[in-house]
């Protein structure tokens, strides 16, 4: 790291494994999806275990990354946030957009435990916003009395979205979640709670849409469509091939 403040640059100390293979159907902040699981594999020098010395202590932690997926897209100072339909403009420093001036995201995930395999030191998380592979910058304990202000206001995004669609599978995508079973256990909770949040664009939401969607979770491709408002058909659960 260099002295003159105009001119960082930061390294990754860590990479992300996480069921999200690609942007849509990410849920749009932490905690909404508490059976996405996934690790974070630390890197070099950091990669010691006297680095997570006593981390274990807590629930949860910050990640800073990099929007790795997005890093190269410009960013502008007006953005539309998904939360307000995608038709307003508003600052992009009152957001959470991916397109800001520097590609830098934080999210609190809770720490499952820490494992050492070998030399290598894992911390196994859940509950991430996080595509697959995105690099970690740093790693903080979240401490509860000075992170969490329940009476702060947070503008248009006061409360969690109150999404909730219900998800029913078809015989088909049943008969693969059975034979998925021993390997992903929770994987249609994940599918169901990704679901529920609606992933498709802000514009589509509480309209109907014949449309079939596809998402990718782990190394599956997941088809469904909209059955009514409420609800979603998951129509198909398939293996992508490499
Ligand atoms: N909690 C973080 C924050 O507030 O800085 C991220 C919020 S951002 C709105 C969450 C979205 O970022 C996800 O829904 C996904 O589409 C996108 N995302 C997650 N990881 C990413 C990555 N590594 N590169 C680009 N986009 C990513």
């Not at 307003?88 to 590609?103: D, E």
């Not at 979205?161 to 992903?184: M, R, Y």
């Amino acid at each position: 790291m260099t002295e003159n403040a105009s001119d960082i640059s930061l390294s990754p100390i860590g990479l992300v494994n996480s069921p999200y293979k690609e942007k849509f159907a990410i849920p749009r902040q932490p905690g909404l999806v508490s059976s996405a699981k996934g690790i974070v594999k630390l890197l070099g020098a950091v990669n010691n275990i006297d680095s997570v010395r006593e981390l274990e202590q807590f629930s949860h932690i910050w990640l800073l990354f990099i929007f790795h997926g997005t890093q190269k897209q410009s960013w502008k100072p007006l953005v539309r946030p998904p939360r307000l339909g995608g038709n307003k403009k508003i600052g992009v420093l009152a957001t959470r957009s991916t397109f800001r001036p520097n590609p830098i995201g934080m999210s609190v995930v809770k720490l499952d435990s820490i494992e050492i395999d070998n030399q290598d030191v894992i911390l196994h998380i859940s509950g991430m916003d996080l595509l697959d592979q995105t690099p970690i910058v740093d790693i903080k304990p979240y401490i509860p009395y000075s992170d969490s202000l329940p009476h702060a206001n947070a503008g248009f995004a006061q409360a969690e979205p109150q999404i909730n669609l219900t998800v029913a599978f078809s015989e088909q995508a049943q008969l693969a979640l059975t034979k998925l079973k021993k390997d992903l256990p929770e994987l249609s909770l994940l599918i169901k709670q990704v679901l529920a949040q609606d992933p498709r664009p802000a514009y589509k939401k509480n309209k109907n849409d014949d449309k079939i969607y596809g998402m990718n979770l782990y190394n599956l491709n997941i088809q469904w469509r909209m059955l009514n408002l409420e609800s979603i058909d998951v129509i198909n659960i398939s293996t992508i091939s490499d």
